[in-house]
Structure formats: structure tokens, C-alpha cells
């Protein structure tokens, strides 16, 4: 199972927990996890809080600040390394619960796409694993 | 299977491998994976040492260093901004291996909580998937 | 499932893409995912592109300036904190979606070992947990 999504600036934070919802309501899975991966380099997926937005431009900000762009070996070739850096930190996927059909996120807990090169077109890999 | 662990300052990592080893030995599963997962947006899940507690406070103070308090959007709404940035940067969850109803933790590897913004109490949320 | 892997230098990023593919290619599985995990906490695995090696390089040079070594409280036990810091912020484990019997790796990802207190033989294990 797979989607699309579409980042509109250079760094971007995308919600995308409705869509995964979805998805794991139509599979009708009960119990077991679900994996949450991007197959890209320079994007990440983050479990994190966007009821406030200003989260996730905080969590750019500090990113930002923490590995600054345009003094890397890999920008004289593409100039995009400080992208690839945050990326590795953060990392491609994410492993969140299931139980009764619901993924088991706190309160305060959404899933999101981060893409620290677009702005792209980026795809969301969903696996879903059932537990007896 | 889920658990609580209280955290009684300000910021704490917390061992939580007892705890999980019990699980396992509980569901009596031979091989596969052991997903361990916080369902809170200020507090991680860390695989590392705690032989020397040590290294824990070091975690702490490195991430302090990094993602300094109280300057960032979201301290206006809430002041615990750099405890999501934290907990987006290490992650809600940890995927362990599991051979002869046994975690293949490393010698030096433990399993750990890391809040954030306590203190408070905290859910742990286990998943087991077995391998034939 | 298991495979040693041997860093050369103090800090060094693995390439280990192939022996990982093997691995999946030899266990025949269709659908799925493929959990790498190292079971070290000086050690951790990375997803990110290695075509141009210079972006490990570059992971390594932005780690160090954020984590650097010899000022932290285990460095008086044994000299490699900061690795230990590392392999927390970056973690000990990836997760990667099957798809007919191949990794969904997006084309410029790789999956590497990162050895942050080399030189050092360290062991990698491969989970793949079948999907029906």
C-alpha cells in the first residue's frame, strides 16, 4: 500500500495520519504494527505533535540550525547535503501499534512526512503486520 | 501488553529492560521481533549502555546542548518546545530482535525511556511478532 | 540471520546493501519487511545514499561537530562517549518494506552500518517478517 504526497516548499513538515488511518482501516487489521516508510534520501517520517503547527516549524528550525546548509563535501556535487544529513538522523520509517483496528498514537501523537529537499512529489510505503 | 513507568524529574532516562525481558519470557516466543513503543510526543524509546549510569546523563546533556530550552514558537502555548524536538530526533520507538526467547541485545545494550518533560507517567506499549 | 562486518578507522560508514539483498533473495520472501539490527551501542545503521561517498563523510563530519568527543562524564570510564551519544541519537535498527522479494529502498538509499568507535568487528542481524 502506497501514496503520494506533495511538498510546496524547500522544508516542509506534511500531516499524513489521516491517510494512514485509512489505509489501516480498509485492511481491517486488528492487532499487530504498522510500518510507516519513505524511500527517499533527503525525506524522513516523524511521530510528533501538530496540533500545534508551530511544533513542526520548531523541529525545522532546530534542524536547521544544527546541521547548516551549503558547507558540505556532497554540495559541490548536489546541493542537498545538509537534506541527507537530517534525513539520517530522523530515518525513512516508523513503527507505531495496532490494536482493535486503531493505530495506538497518543493524544498528542501524529504521523508526518518530513522533507528537508523539496519541494517534491514523495512516496509513503505502509506495511502492516498482523499479531495473532 | 503495556506497562507504566513514572519519571520523578525534570529529565530521566529510565531502564525499562526488566520489564520488557519479563514480556517476552511471558509470551513464550521463540523468534522474531520485540517493538517497543511510547505513545507521548516529549519522550523516546533509547537502546544504548546503563552499566555506567554515566552515559545516560551524558544523553541528556548532549541533547540539552543541542536543542537549548525556552526559545523556540511553540514555548509560548506550552513550555516544553525542545522536549518534541528531542523526542523527534530519537524517536517513539526501538525493534529488537528476538532468538530462543531471548532479546539479542548487545553486552552493552539496554532498554530505556527517555522522558523529557516529567515528571510524569508514562506508557510503554510492547508488541511481539513471531517468525516461523 | 547474521553477518560480521570490520571497520578500518576510528569512525567509519559500512556499505552492507549487498549482504543484506542476499539475505533476502536466499529466504525467498515475497512481502514483508526486513528489520537490520546492530547489536552494539557504539554502532548504529544508517539509510541514506552512499553514491556519493562524500555524503558519509559528511554524516560523520556534522555528528562530530554536534557530539564532540573527550568532555563527558564516561570518557573518565572509557574513552567514547561521544560514540555512545551517536549511536542513541541515530539508533541500532531499520526497518525496510519487501516487495516480490526485494527491498523497497528508494534509488538513492543504501543501507550502511556506522561505526562511530572503530576499528572494531561488529555483528549485524537481519529479521524478515513475512507478510501475507
Same mark, same amino acid.
Given at each position: 500500500?502506497?501514496?503520494?504526497?506533495?511538498?510546496?516548499?524547500?522544508?516542509?513538515?506534511?500531516?499524513?495520519?489521516?491517510?494512514?488511518?485509512? $489505509?489501516?482501516?480498509?485492511?481491517?487489521?486488528?492487532?499487530? +504494527?504498522?510500518?510507516?516508510?519513505?524511500? =527517499?534520501?533527503? @525525506?524522513? %517520517? &516523524?511521530?510528533?505533535?501538530?496540533?500545534?503547527?508551530?511544533?513542526?516549524?520548531?523541529?525545522?528550525?532546530?534542524?536547521?540550525?544544527? $546541521?547548516?546548509?551549503?558547507?558540505?563535501?556532497?554540495?559541490? +556535487?548536489?546541493?542537498?547535503?545538509?537534506? =541527507?544529513?537530517? @534525513?539520517? %538522523? &530522523?530515518?525513512?520509517?516508523?513503527?507505531?501499534?495496532?490494536?482493535?483496528?486503531?493505530?495506538?498514537?497518543?493524544?498528542?501523537?501524529?504521523?508526518?512526512?518530513?522533507?528537508?529537499?523539496?519541494?517534491?512529489?514523495?512516496?509513503?510505503?505502509?506495511?502492516?503486520?498482523?499479531?495473532?
Amino acid at each position: 500500500m502506497e501514496f503520494q504526497v506533495k511538498s510546496t516548499k524547500k522544508q516542509e513538515i506534511i500531516d499524513i495520519t489521516a491517510q494512514i488511518k485509512q $489505509i489501516l482501516k480498509e485492511s481491517q487489521t486488528k492487532k499487530g +504494527i504498522l510500518i510507516i516508510y519513505t524511500p =527517499h534520501a533527503t @525525506a524522513a %517520517i &516523524i511521530i510528533n505533535e501538530n496540533y500545534d503547527p508551530n511544533i513542526c516549524d520548531d523541529i525545522l528550525e532546530a534542524l536547521d540550525n544544527l $546541521i547548516p546548509q551549503g558547507k558540505w563535501r556532497h554540495d559541490k +556535487i548536489d546541493n542537498n547535503a545538509a537534506a =541527507h544529513i537530517k @534525513a539520517s %538522523i &530522523i530515518g525513512p520509517s516508523q513503527t507505531i501499534p495496532i490494536k482493535d483496528n486503531k493505530l495506538q498514537l497518543g493524544t498528542w501523537q501524529n504521523c508526518m512526512l518530513a522533507d528537508f529537499d523539496g519541494p517534491k512529489n514523495r512516496r509513503v510505503i505502509v506495511n502492516i503486520i498482523q499479531n495473532k
